[in-house]
T-cell receptor, first 113, second 115 residues
């Protein structure tokens, strides 16, 4: 079945550091890929998405490129802020008969001042 | 426009009881999905409803059930609660399932604690 693998966490960075969170996927067909963020005590918010190979999703300084050849969708940000501290989930969805999201396990990011 | 609304936000129940959680999707969205989030298992898909029909179901026991009403609001029910059912239950709404640009919007969740 479909699956998403995220790098092990947690990750702790200093403010203004560069961030990379790895995400790889296994799926048949051509899934759409997403990054969701969850702040403490909240639900999930869509951070960015890409629907086809070589698409780059971007939002709030975060970027991720859909790489079909490496089945990856790594999240990057050039300069993290304390307010970026949250849990980040990589996810995929297959177009077709349903809207089931398959999530990675999530990774906790802590940014210290 | 209003986001996805889940009620209640917090719930404490005793083992063996049953519970009903509610989700009101974004206006115009007809697809509602439910997910269970626990520290050990992460985010797991429960089921999806579209136009009052269950379209997809995850790997959960029959104690977990749901329904969708004609106004797209959805409820999920868990009967004979077990300690392991303690989790954050998240509802997501989207316009319709299976489109090329499917985007799901999540509610804040209902935190269920079973004691």
């Amino acid at each position: 079945g479909d699956s998403v693998t995220q790098m092990e966490g947690p990750v702790t960075l200093s403010e203004e550091a560069f961030l990379t969170i790895n995400c790889t996927y296994t799926a048949t067909g051509y899934p759409s890929l997403f990054w969701y963020v969850q702040y403490p005590g909240e639900g999930l918010q869509l951070l960015l998405k890409a629907t086809k190979a070589d698409d780059k999703g971007s939002n709030k300084g975060f970027e991720a490129t859909y790489r079909k050849e490496t089945t990856s969708f790594h999240l990057e940000k050039g300069s993290v802020q304390v307010s970026d501290s949250a849990v980040y989930f990589c996810a995929l969805i297959k177009t077709g008969a349903n809207s089931k999201l398959t999530f990675g396990k999530g990774i906790t990011l802590s940014v210290r001042p | 426009k209003a986001g996805v609304t889940q009620t209640p936000r917090y719930l404490i129940k005793t083992r063996g009881q049953q519970v009903t959680l509610s989700c009101s999707p974004i206006s115009g969205h007809r697809s509602v999905s439910w997910y269970q989030q626990t520290p050990g298992q992460g985010l797991q898909f429960l089921f999806e409803y579209f136009s009052e029909t269950q379209r997809n179901k995850g790997n959960f026991p029959g104690r977990f059930s749901g329904r969708q009403f004609s106004n797209s609001r959805s409820e999920m029910n868990v009967s004979t609660l077990e300690l392991g059912d303690s989790a954050l239950y998240l509802c997501a709404s989207s316009r319709s399932p299976g489109t090329d640009n499917t985007e799901a919007f999540f509610g804040q969740g209902t935190r269920l604690t079973v004691v």
